[in-house]
């Protein structure tokens, strides 16, 4: 009886998990095909970068820079300060902000002017060293490949960091209550589409935190709602909240496939297939430049020939 009761529970283990893996499959694979190219903006816009006052970005780019940088110490006031006939976009920074990707503003303006209203942008750290800095950075390119690459190739939201993002002004305004508005939540649930463009990259010197609180369980309370209403983005950003991170759930499956193989190792190896399948996932969601042997990357899984252009030719 005990064992018919371990053999069904292994089974739905087996099933969750298994579609679970099909799923981060289909969007590490997806992550890899080129982002869509905007047609060039046929207006000119006008763009506010929000950065803090202690951000060193204006004495850094000097009074002949192209950027309009506006400084703040209250994320809210300094948005509302802004002039609607003025600027059309407000772009927020991070104070770890140290260099913007060449033509960062026209990759923007050409997506806004395609009736893109939000806007992730590619945040990339540079210059720690170390174990666990190389560790969080590859954690963080898996998340852009699978949560925003991987959704926007299928027409769903990005996910949204909270900071190096740009957004129309005139929704901001109106939808900003304080400095801690979750403004992704608030995108999602008016299903207004949040693109992600990899190629337009804002390097840190470490990682930005997020101007706001994120609530996981505020978020999960609105997942009936959004199957009802039919608004695929919120779902799926939802359905990822509850997806272990890559380390926690290869850990799990590992676990569990050991168990497995000291409990009946026939009923194990498809946990150690699905265990394989995981790394093959997380491998073809690491880009390129993270991996240093040069003579692997001419002939392995990794390439991302897009964005590593782009990498070649910003200067950091």
Same mark, same amino acid.
């Given at each position: 009886m005990?064992?018919?009761?371990?053999?069904?529970?292994?089974?739905?283990?087996?099933?969750?998990t298994?579609?679970?893996?099909?799923?981060?499959?289909?969007?590490?694979?997806?992550?890899?095909?080129?982002?869509?190219?905007?047609?060039?903006?046929?207006?000119?816009?006008?763009?506010?970068?929000?950065?803090?006052?202690?951000?060193?970005?204006?004495?850094?780019?000097?009074?002949?820079?192209?950027?309009?940088?506006?400084?703040?110490?209250?994320?809210?006031?300094?948005?509302?300060?802004?002039?609607?006939?003025?600027?059309?976009?407000?772009?927020?920074?991070?104070?770890?902000?140290?260099?913007?990707?060449?033509?960062?503003?026209?990759?923007?303006?050409?997506?806004?002017?395609?009736?893109?209203?939000?806007?992730?942008?590619?945040?990339?750290?540079?210059?720690?060293?170390?174990?666990?800095?190389?560790?969080?950075?590859?954690?963080?390119?898996?998340?852009?490949?699978?949560?925003?690459?991987?959704?926007?190739?299928f027409?769903?939201?990005?996910?949204?960091?909270?900071?190096?993002?740009?957004?129309?002004?005139?929704? @901001?305004?109106?939808?900003? !209550?304080?400095? $801690?508005?979750? %403004?992704? =939540? +608030?995108?999602?649930?008016?299903?207004?589409?949040?693109?992600?463009?990899?190629?337009?990259?804002?390097?840190?010197?470490?990682?930005?935190?997020s101007?706001?609180?994120?609530?996981?369980?505020?978020?999960?309370?609105?997942?009936?709602?959004?199957?009802?209403?039919?608004?695929?983005?919120?779902?799926?950003r939802?359905?990822?909240?509850?997806?272990?991170?890559?380390?926690?759930?290869?850990?799990?499956?590992?676990?569990?496939a050991?168990?497995?193989?000291?409990?009946?190792?026939?009923?194990?190896?498809?946990?150690?297939?699905?265990?394989?399948?995981?790394?093959?996932?997380?491998?073809?969601?690491?880009?390129?430049? @993270?991996?240093?042997?040069? !003579?692997?990357? $001419?002939?392995? %899984?990794? =390439? +991302?020939?897009?964005?590593?252009?782009?990498?070649?030719?910003?200067?950091?």
């Amino acid at each position: 009886m005990m064992d018919s009761y371990i053999y069904i529970i292994d089974d739905l283990a087996f099933f969750l998990t298994g579609i679970l893996f099909l799923y981060l499959f289909v969007l590490s694979t997806a992550s890899h095909f080129k982002h869509i190219t905007y047609p060039k903006a046929q207006k000119k816009y006008r763009c506010a970068i929000l950065i803090r006052e202690s951000s060193p970005l204006p004495d850094l780019y000097g009074k002949e820079s192209p950027y309009e940088f506006i400084t703040y110490s209250d994320l809210y006031q300094g948005i509302n300060s802004l002039d609607k006939e003025h600027y059309d976009l407000a772009l927020i920074l991070p104070d770890t902000a140290r260099t913007l990707s060449p033509q960062l503003l026209d990759k923007i303006y050409d997506a806004y002017d395609a009736g893109i209203q939000a806007i992730q942008l590619h945040t990339l750290v540079k210059g720690c060293k170390g174990f666990r800095f190389k560790f969080r950075v590859m954690r963080d390119e898996i998340k852009n490949s699978l949560y925003r690459a991987g959704n926007t190739q299928f027409g769903l939201s990005s996910n949204l960091l909270g900071t190096n993002m740009a957004i129309d002004l005139a929704w @901001l305004q109106k939808n900003l !209550k304080s400095s $801690k508005t979750n %403004i992704e =939540r +608030k995108l999602l649930r008016q299903n207004i589409y949040i693109d992600y463009l990899p190629e337009a990259i804002v390097y840190c010197e470490s990682y930005p935190p997020s101007p706001y609180r994120k609530r996981p369980r505020k978020m999960i309370s609105y997942l009936l709602p959004s199957l009802l209403e039919g608004n695929w983005s919120f779902l799926n950003r939802i359905m990822q909240l509850l997806i272990p991170s890559p380390l926690k759930l290869c850990i799990f499956v590992g676990i569990y496939a050991l168990l497995m193989t000291a409990y009946n190792w026939t009923s194990s190896l498809g946990w150690w297939s699905i265990l394989f399948g995981l790394f093959i996932v997380y491998s073809l969601a690491i880009p390129d430049y @993270l991996v240093e042997d040069k !003579k692997k990357k $001419k002939h392995s %899984i990794w =390439r +991302k020939k897009h964005l590593n252009s782009e990498l070649k030719k910003t200067p950091v």
